[in-house]
């Protein structure tokens, strides 16, 4: 994002060359920031019609104008050009007379939606691209044309995307930056040819299609029985069929290249869904139908900057901070999401299976919805997420199809890392990328076995996403010794050894999650176990199956440390997964002297299952015992938050995974309770924390930071529970990553807790 200081130089001559919709909003919009009012500026036109300029001075938006370049050019130190694509030639042509007059003072931009046409005119014309030429484009307009239909607001949150070149001055970037942002618009960079890529895609198809369609259906012998009854769908779509044809025609002209290719990517869309619908094939149907219904979800989530998982290459700058008072009691009965874990599997084995999967209590947050996102791009047909259900029609072992671009997985190391390893078993090439919190965690862990394997996987420096997968790689079993506990990494090679040549073998250096081995004897892949060795054959398919995900235990660890530390607390968490790989925090908060008990204990589609209830009791501090340390790594944020509270000193060591998760969560929360006045001692591998006991605040408040880490922000919310003074975290919007509901739940149980929004400079 261009973001520059919001004002122009004072006494600035600005001149509009072009009078029409575009033109005219601009100086409407300028006028109302203020522009001409006090700083002696003013607001010039140049339009071949004398009507529309004079229309322009009645209308205050303009403070004179020519139907000549010549009688209003001298002395402009801004020129925007608001012409017809095609128009643009001459007017540069002429322009170009008066340019060694201007170049010092004068910075020129455009509008035009088409910048590779643009900027070859203005080299033609000029001999060269003036520095202080600013290529840009307004993603804005209207069917309405002429200055009549002028619109101060028609820029209000509305994108404008700048084209600077290489040799384009730095002041008149900023200048030109600054006059669209006074205008109420956002403001966004990128190269000419990316440019015009997108907006073939975004904008042009769309128009062509809209013309089209209305002139078929115009033309044929039932046209007036056909508009009589058309609902609101055709006439949302049709409305842009009433822009000026003029401009479209020289949009198409100009941007040919590009608005053929997306043609010819939408007529291929177009000839499968045709064939679909002749053979009946209704699964096909619903896969692209329930793709584009996720797809305008997920736009629509970017337009109105709603989630963290925006597009890669423009994210949101919205932050969230937490601010929580300090005191409050825990108490209630609620059922936290299900467990994330299982739910990115559930999709990945679904979708790989060979029948249809339902799956009830799935967890709608942003990292599986990722995931489910990703398949649909792969073409699999998948309905829901609704109320936590979801079906899945497997297309089998070999039916994913290529992805049209990368594979966007939001937040979602433990998807990226298992789509690596069944992406290393297809037919085609595959990029994955993720947001900017997860393009720093490493790779190079499951990168390295792949490879040893027979895969082809690229990464960036450092072993860093985003990973490059080469398909139609013959891959052979490995025995492999893990350096390192991690689920993911067995788990990655599991089912890359789903489609190698014999048998795949794995062996871990303590007990890590099991839920893959579990889920794939499930869905009938046979995995066998001796311990501490799993391993399966290649070659074998999977069959559907239901899953009911259980509750999420590092979910639930929070409201577990929010009661266990807070006087007076009585809460019962339901239906909470209990597999014996997940454990480890009831075991360290029992040896800590929790009062926590299992009721109700069964088992769901494979996982024990039980609600959890606990009631405060004084803790103790402990050394953590290292067995424990790998069944509760993801619950150490919230457990140091319990540690802070019991009396006497906590040990972790064992602890160096920490380092590499979403952020460094040793230094993170060390850092946080620094702030806080929590005593702790940071070691490579783990922290000593001296906690004070009792019923008294045990600490102060204070500004931390989650550094965009989900857990890093729940733990410091509740430690508000204890704290003397309120406690503010920033960073907060990653929690949706694992935990939708998080704030609802937590004021539920008796946390106070606001959510501050603010816009990022």
């Known amino acids: 994002m261009v973001r520059q200081d919001l004002s122009l130089p004072a006494a600035s001559r600005i001149l509009v060359v072009g009078l029409g919709l575009i033109g005219g909003s601009l100086a409407a919009a300028l006028r109302a920031a203020g522009v001409g009012q006090d700083d002696n500026s003013v607001i010039l036109a140049c339009d071949p019609n004398q009507d529309e300029i004079q229309r322009g001075i009645e209308m205050g938006l303009v403070d004179a104008g020519a139907t000549c370049l010549s009688e209003v050019v001298e002395g ?17 042509q002429e322009l170009s007379r008066y340019l060694p007059q201007l170049a010092e003072r004068a910075v020129i931009t455009d509008v035009g939606s088409t910048k590779a046409a643009v900027r070859d005119i203005a080299i033609e014309a000029f001999g060269s ?34 084209t600077p070149c290489a040799n384009t001055e730095a002041d008149a970037l ?61 006439r949302d779509f049709t409305r842009i069929a009433g822009s000026d044809p003029v401009m479209w025609r020289d949009v198409f002209t100009a941007n040919r290249e590009a608005v053929l290719d997306a043609l010819d990517d939408f007529e291929l869309g177009l000839k499968r869904l045709r064939q679909a619908v002749t053979h009946g094939d209704g699964d096909d149907m619903l896969a692209t139908f329930d793709r584009a219904r996720h ?98 029609h497997g297309v089998g072992m070999h039916g994913l199809q290529q992805p049209s671009g990368p594979l966007y997985v939001g937040n979602a190391g433990t998807a990226m890392r298992l789509f690596a390893g069944l992406l290393a078993g297809q037919a085609f090439d595959t990029e994955l990328t993720g947001d900017t919190s997860l393009t720093r965690r490493p790779m190079g862990r499951v990168a390295d076995p792949l490879r040893e394997m027979g895969a082809v996987v690229e990464t960036a420096e450092g072993g860093r996403p ?32 789903m489609y190698a040549a014999g048998e795949t073998r794995v062996r871990e250096p303590a007990p890590t999650r099991d839920h893959t081995e579990r889920m794939l004897n499930g869905f009938g892949y046979r995995v066998e176990r001796e311990g501490d060795t799993c391993w399966l054959q290649g070659g074998g398919k999977l069959t559907a199956a239901p899953i009911d995900v259980p509750s999420d235990i590092s979910s639930a660890t929070f409201f577990l440390v929010a009661a266990a530390i807070t006087p007076g607390s009585d809460l019962v968490l339901e239906h909470v997964g209990l597999n014996p790989t997940r454990i480890g925090v009831i075991n360290i908060l029992k040896a800590m002297g929790a009062d926590l008990r299992m009721e109700n204990s069964r088992e769901v589609g494979g996982e024990p299952v039980a609600d959890l209830h606990i009631r405060y009791a004084p803790l103790k501090g402990i050394e953590i015992p290292t067995d424990q340390v790998p069944l509760a790594i993801d619950e150490f944020p919230a457990l140091f938050i319990a540690a802070a509270n019991a009396e006497g000193v906590t040990r972790l060591r064992g602890a160096e995974e920490l380092r590499v998760k979403e952020s460094d969560r040793l230094q993170s ?12 001692t940071l070691f490579d591998d783990g922290i000593d924390i001296v906690g004070k006991g009792g019923e008294a605040p045990n600490y102060g408040g204070g500004r931390v930071q989650s550094h965009e880490d989900h857990r ?31 704030v609802e739940l937590a004021r539920r149980v008796g946390l106070s807790l606001d959510e501050v929004r603010e816009e990022l400079e």
């Open 76 to 92: 402009a130190t801004l020129i925007v050009l608001a012409v017809p694509v095609l128009a643009m030639r001459t007017v540069m």
């Open 129 to 162: 691209l003036p520095p202080r030429l600013v290529l840009g484009h307004p993603i804005a307009g209207s069917e309405k044309s002429g200055v009549a239909a002028s619109d101060a607001e028609l820029y209000q949150s509305h994108k404008v995307i700048l």
């Open 174 to 234: 900023q200048r030109v930056s600054a006059m669209w942002q006074l205008a109420g618009a956002e403001v966004l960079s990128m190269d000419v040819e990316r440019h015009d890529q997108v907006l073939a895609r975004t904008s042009h198809l769309p128009h062509l299609l809209a013309f089209s369609l209305v002139d078929t259906l115009a033309r044929q012998d039932e046209r007036l029985e056909i508009f009589r009854y058309a609902a609101g769908g055709f």
């Open 295 to 392: 797809a305008r979800h997920y736009f629509e989530s970017l337009l109105n900057q709603t989630s963290y998982q925006a597009e890669y290459q423009m994210q949101d700058n919205n932050s969230l901070r937490y601010r929580v008072a300090p005191g409050g009691s825990v108490s209630g009965r609620i059922r936290v999401p299900g467990d994330k874990s299982i739910s990115h599997r559930s999709i990945m084995l679904g979708a790989l299976s060979e029948g249809v999967t339902e799956v009830t209590g799935f967890l709608e947050g942003e990292d599986s919805l990722a995931t489910l996102q990703a398949f649909r791009e792969m073409g699999v047909a998948i309905e829901g997420p609704h109320q936590g259900r979801v079906v899945i």
């Open 466 to 497: 985003p990973l490059r997968i080469k398909g139609g790689q013959p891959l052979r079993g490995l025995d492999y010794d893990m350096p390192m506990a991690s689920a993911q990494v067995k788990s990655c090679l599991l089912l890359a050894g």
């Open 669 to 680: 929360m060390a850092d946080g309770m620094t702030i806080l006045g929590i005593e702790n």
């Open 712 to 742: 890093i922000a729940m733990a410091f919310t509740i430690a508000g529970l204890r704290a003397s003074a309120p406690i503010e975290v920033d960073d907060c919007a990653n929690v949706a990553t694992s935990f939708p509901g998080f």
